[in-house]
């Protein structure tokens, strides 16, 4: 029998079946994430991306496509060029980002518009899949229970030689680019625009090499050793003032644009070298709420880690809320290392999101503060299962030896799986965005991935 030519069919019509087989999950994410509030929230965003980017201009990647490819990224703790490849490679991937056969978006695509998305909402969007998980019964809200985890910022270990050679390392590559920008209207533009990074480098490994050296007069040559480091960082500091004086008066957008990046510097390389001159040379302490422990992520504060391992560790402070069913419900990026009365901020938000009160709350001691009870019981919580802190008296023992009291705080010792689960599959053990809004979004998209896939885990089971 003479054919013509084959059937024509759609490549995409049987995929979803096989995605069912390959991996149940992700048929269940396809599901979850074609919500319209989740699509509305995230285009709002990327709609103030330039001034006319809703009107104008070639035509983006579709927000549903980045979305679904965020996801996908926090989901697997793929790097942003793996993402890329695996996309491209996968029928199954292709169908679930809504790419088909167009081309998929390479990495500095996708990383550029993930840096649109804003905090809030990220937050959000969290409170959307909570609300989402409520309606799949997968949580009904009534326990709550909180702890908090140090999120390691991507630095060197902070040393007073260490961030000294920074200062002059960043200064030094400012001023290069600003050569050819100032070259003029400045005549001794060679002295102007010097590196002297091979002076500080050379320095500080004399220094190094200082530190292994036993003897009396050990402390008195580092502390000369440190005094030139200090010097060569001032100089730099002044060079680096003249340029910015100069790239003020032009008027073209690299040289504004410079101008601004050294601003945003300079007031931390003087503060590095204030800290400097009063720890190593004058002998004094500086409060650490006042060092700076990195040029590129300011925001890093030192946590006494309390445990084995590091005495410190290096980054933010993370409290964490947790309802039955493994849903994350809020993250929240502590000012200070200290998780005393979080409990009133959680339950406040869990009102907002659940509109009623958790029946239990519990925490550890950390948790704790003096008026903590007595507040979470006028918000309407019936059951507190938060140990006291420091000598208690014989009643509060009494308390908390209290069947109710015991099993309500068992019920906290599954956060310390979530968290571990976060930092092993998520992304939080360290974050890899920069800035404190960067790792905003960096731990809230791990938690929206946490989230999202409990979900499908419970719908598809």
Same mark, same amino acid.
């Not at 890093?300 to 947790?322: N, S, W, Y």
């Given at each position: 029998?003479?054919?013509?030519?084959?059937?024509?069919?759609?490549?995409?019509?049987?995929?979803?079946?096989?995605?069912?087989?390959?991996?149940?999950?992700?048929?269940?994410?396809?599901?979850?994430?074609?919500?319209?509030?989740?699509?509305?929230?995230?285009?709002?965003?990327?709609?103030?991306?330039?001034?006319?980017?809703?009107?104008?201009?070639?035509?983006?990647?579709?927000?549903?496509?980045?979305?679904?490819?965020?996801?996908?990224?926090?989901?697997?703790?793929?790097?942003?060029?793996?993402?890329?490849?695996?996309?491209?490679?996968?029928?199954?991937?292709?169908?679930?980002?809504?790419?088909?056969?167009?081309?998929?978006?390479?990495?500095?695509?996708?990383?550029?518009?993930?840096?649109?998305?804003?905090?809030?909402?990220?937050?959000?969007?969290?409170?959307?899949?909570?609300?989402?998980?409520?309606?799949?019964?997968?949580?009904?809200?009534?326990?709550?229970?909180?702890?908090?985890?140090?999120?390691?910022?991507?630095?060197?270990?902070?040393?007073?030689?260490?961030?000294?050679?920074?200062? @002059?390392?960043?200064?030094?590559? +400012? $001023? #290069?680019? /600003? &050569?050819?920008?100032?070259?003029?209207?400045? !005549?001794?533009? =060679? *002295?102007?625009?010097?590196?002297?990074?091979?002076?500080?480098?050379?320095?500080?490994?004399?220094?190094?090499?200082?530190?292994?050296?036993?003897?009396?007069?050990?402390?008195?040559?580092?502390?000369?050793?440190?005094?030139?480091? @200090?010097?060569?960082?001032?100089? +730099? $500091? #002044?060079? /680096? &003032?003249?340029?910015?004086?100069?790239?003020? !008066?032009?008027? =073209? *957008?690299?040289?504004?644009?410079?101008?601004?990046?050294?601003?945003?510097?300079?007031?931390?390389?003087?503060?590095?070298?204030?800290?400097?001159?009063?720890?190593?040379?004058?002998?004094?302490?500086?409060?650490?709420?006042?060092? @700076?422990?990195?040029?590129?992520?300011?925001?890093?504060? /030192?946590?006494?880690?309390?445990?084995?391992?590091?005495?410190?560790?290096?980054?933010?402070?993370?409290?964490?809320?947790?309802?039955?069913?493994?849903?994350?419900?809020?993250?929240?990026?502590?000012?200070?290392?200290?998780?005393?009365?979080?409990?009133?901020?959680?339950?406040?938000?869990?009102?907002?999101?659940?509109?009623?009160?958790?029946?239990?709350?519990?925490?550890?001691?950390?948790?704790?503060?003096?008026?903590?009870?007595?507040?979470?019981?006028?918000?309407?919580?019936?059951?507190?299962?938060?140990?006291?802190?420091?000598?208690?008296?014989?009643?509060?023992?009494?308390?908390?030896?209290?069947?109710?009291?015991?099993?309500?705080?068992?019920?906290?010792?599954?956060?310390?799986?979530?968290?571990?689960?976060?930092?092993?599959?998520?992304?939080?053990?360290?974050?890899?965005?920069?800035?404190?809004?960067?790792?905003?979004?960096?731990?809230?998209?791990?938690?929206?991935?946490?989230?999202?896939?409990?979900?499908?885990?419970?719908?598809?089971?």
């Amino acid at each position: 029998m003479l054919m013509d030519c084959y059937a024509r069919e759609d490549v995409f019509a049987q995929v979803p079946e096989l995605a069912a087989e390959i991996d149940p999950v992700l048929s269940r994410l396809n599901v979850l994430l074609d919500d319209d509030e989740l699509y509305h929230q995230v285009r709002a965003d990327f709609g103030q991306r330039y001034q006319s980017t809703l009107v104008h201009g070639r035509h983006s990647t579709p927000v549903e496509v980045l979305l679904r490819m965020f996801i996908l990224k926090h989901l697997y703790q793929w790097s942003y060029k793996e993402l890329e490849g695996r996309v491209k490679d996968s029928l199954v991937l292709r169908w679930f980002c809504r790419v088909a056969f167009h081309a998929v978006p390479d990495a500095s695509t996708v990383w550029r518009w993930e840096q649109t998305l804003r905090p809030e909402t990220i937050h959000a969007l969290n409170d959307r899949v909570v609300e989402l998980a409520a309606q799949a019964r997968v949580t009904k809200g009534r326990k709550l229970r909180l702890d908090a985890t140090c999120v390691q910022t991507t630095i060197h270990h902070p040393t007073d030689s260490g961030l000294l050679v920074d200062s @002059v390392r960043v200064l030094s590559r +400012m $001023v #290069q680019r /600003a &050569r050819p920008l100032i070259q003029a209207p400045v !005549k001794n533009i =060679q *002295q102007l625009c010097r590196s002297r990074m091979r002076t500080a480098r050379s320095t500080a490994q004399t220094l190094h090499r200082q530190l292994r050296r036993k003897g009396e007069d050990k402390e008195a040559e580092q502390k000369k050793l440190y005094q030139k480091l @200090v010097e060569t960082t001032e100089q +730099m $500091v #002044q060079q /680096a &003032r003249k340029v910015v004086c100069v790239l003020s !008066k032009e008027t =073209q *957008q690299s040289a504004q644009l410079l101008a601004r990046q050294a601003k945003q510097v300079l007031p931390l390389v003087e503060r590095v070298i204030t800290q400097t001159r009063k720890r190593v040379l004058e002998n004094k302490k500086v409060p650490a709420g006042e060092k @700076v422990l990195s040029l590129f992520e300011p925001h890093t504060c /030192a946590i006494p880690r309390h445990k084995g391992g590091a005495l410190v560790e290096f980054g933010r402070q993370v409290m964490l809320d947790e309802v039955e069913g493994g849903i994350v419900t809020r993250y929240e990026i502590l000012e200070h290392p200290e998780e005393h009365g979080q409990a009133i901020d959680a339950v406040v938000h869990h009102r907002e999101v659940f509109a009623r009160p958790p029946h239990l709350v519990t925490g550890d001691r950390g948790v704790h503060s003096a008026d903590t009870e007595e507040r979470l019981r006028a918000a309407g919580v019936k059951r507190i299962a938060i140990p006291a802190m420091g000598k208690v008296s014989e009643e509060r023992q009494a308390l908390e030896r209290t069947r109710g009291f015991r099993r309500g705080y068992r019920f906290r010792a599954g956060i310390e799986g979530r968290i571990a689960s976060l930092r092993r599959d998520y992304g939080w053990s360290k974050c890899r965005h920069h800035g404190q809004d960067g790792m905003e979004r960096w731990l809230g998209l791990g938690v929206l991935a946490s989230n999202l896939r409990h979900i499908a885990q419970k719908q598809s089971a």
